[in-house]
DNA sequence: GGTGCCGGGTA
DNA sequence: TACCCGGCACC
């Protein structure tokens, strides 16, 4: 409940903007009710105190336009991944001081905060922020104890800083995303916002590439081939994580996905905030999204031992139970990418080689054809025989 | 030409 | 998914 991904926007406007957001965003956090639920979750250090209670669309108006202020004031300010201290440190221009200033008078606002502005505008010294920095040194940590909202397991926290769009063309409410922790220094466009701004206002290009894992009972979204091929590679194949090692053969088991980012973020921000406790993150709202929430973590414990060929896998995979299974190690599922992705198509799988002619003799020719009620199921579908292997 | 079976269609 | 078949490669 309650739980915001830690929006690593680390201007210490936009952080005031967060909170702003959050409070939106969040049913618990203008609440008419008790303290701050979140109080002690690492957003930003200290949250804001409370205030009077407010209506959502009055609060919701009161930020749009400060907002719009802020961008027309502020569109030379980028959220980048400068530690709040070093921002602080260097001379802020004229725009950031307005930006403030206009930042400053919105979080006074009776309707947004009933506390002075002082207690979480910008501080030269960023007392207020202690703890940004641990979190700002990148805008892709996840340092957050305010739910995980990556799509993998925690693994490598220490992403590097990734260079953020310009906030020209950053909405309002459409924070720095959590990158997505497989998406590594090689990809420093990956920007995914998970969270979007609650007001309707479209952009363009919106469609991010993501790749989703094939893999049964997996369903992994990743935001990069290369994490996703990671993925797949240590934790579905069993192999080390060594790109080196790979023969490739990941590639058969994900598949990109278009995903609009509007649709994306309109979907994420009508779902209820996930719990500090849930390591689930919530449903992807992609192209798939009628698809139950994707279980983006393995159950399976000791992924290391299984075979290739062992269950779950997707199908296709070598792995002969039955007298049906007559398939056996065809090429596995490639789903149709869409002509639209900017991304080139993958390599195509290694051409399946026609098995050779075996001399054991088959149904077909040991019971006749008048005795086609005999063959095994294969051979009457014309299909290898399963009957008298090679 | 007979055989095996891949790829694709259909219900 | 089960079933069927066109068509191709191999013998």
């Known amino acids: 409940m309650c739980v915001l991904p830690s929006w690593s926007c680390l201007a210490e406007e936009c952080q005031v903007i967060c909170w702003l957001w959050r409070s939106l965003l969040d049913p618990c956090w203008i609440p008419a009710h008790g ?100 979190m700002s040194s990148s805008c892709s940590s996840s340092s957050n104890t305010s739910g995980d909202w990556s799509w ?13 769009p310009p906030l020209s063309s950053h909405v309002p409410g459409t924070f720095l995303p959590t990158p997505l922790p497989d998406e590594g220094p090689d990809e420093p466009n990956g920007t995914h916002f998970i969270f979007g701004e609650p007001i309707p206002r479209k952009r363009k290009n919106s469609t991010k590439v993501m790749f989703k894992c094939l893999w049964k009972s997996c369903g992994k979204v990743l935001s990069s081939s290369s994490g996703m091929q990671k993925h797949i590679r240590t934790v579905h194949l069993g192999r080390k994580a060594d790109p080196e090692q790979s023969d490739g053969e990941e590639d058969f088991y994900y598949t990109e996905l278009d995903v609009d980012v509007d649709v994306l973020t309109d979907g994420l921000s009508s779902l209820t905030p996930v719990s500090p406790t849930s390591s689930v993150p919530p449903a992807f709202p992609g192209p798939e999204a009628p698809a139950p929430p994707l279980p983006l973590a393995l159950p399976i414990p000791d992924l290391a031992l299984a075979s290739p060929c062992s269950p779950p896998g997707p199908p296709g ?56 009620e005999m063959w095994c199921t294969a051979c009457r579908w014309k299909k290898a025989c399963q009957r008298f292997l090679d």
Not at 326 to 347: D, F, I, L, M
């Open 35 to 134: 303290p701050a639920p979140l109080g002690s979750e690492g957003w930003l250090g200290e949250p804001p105190p409370r205030q009077d209670p407010a209506s959502r669309e009055a609060v919701l108006r009161v930020l749009d336009a400060g907002l719009e202020q802020y961008l027309a004031l502020h569109s030379a300010m980028q959220c980048i991944p400068v530690p709040w201290h070093r921002k602080l440190s260097g001379k802020a221009g004229i725009d950031e001081v307005m930006a403030a200033a206009v930042l400053t008078s919105l979080s006074t606002s009776p309707l947004v905060l009933g506390h002075p502005p002082a207690t979480h505008a910008p501080e030269p010294g960023g007392e207020i922020w202690k703890e940004a920095p641990a």
């Open 152 to 164: 993998d397991p925690p693994s490598d926290r220490s992403t590097p800083s990734t260079p953020s």
């Open 317 to 372: 995979r070598c792995h002969v139970h039955t007298d049906h299974a007559y398939q056996g190690c065809r090429t596995p599922p490639r789903p149709p990418v869409s002509p639209s992705s900017p991304t080139p198509p993958p390599p195509k799988p290694p051409a399946v080689p026609r098995r050779p002619r075996g001399d054991a003799k088959k149904c077909r020719k040991v019971y006749g054809m008048e005795h086609r």
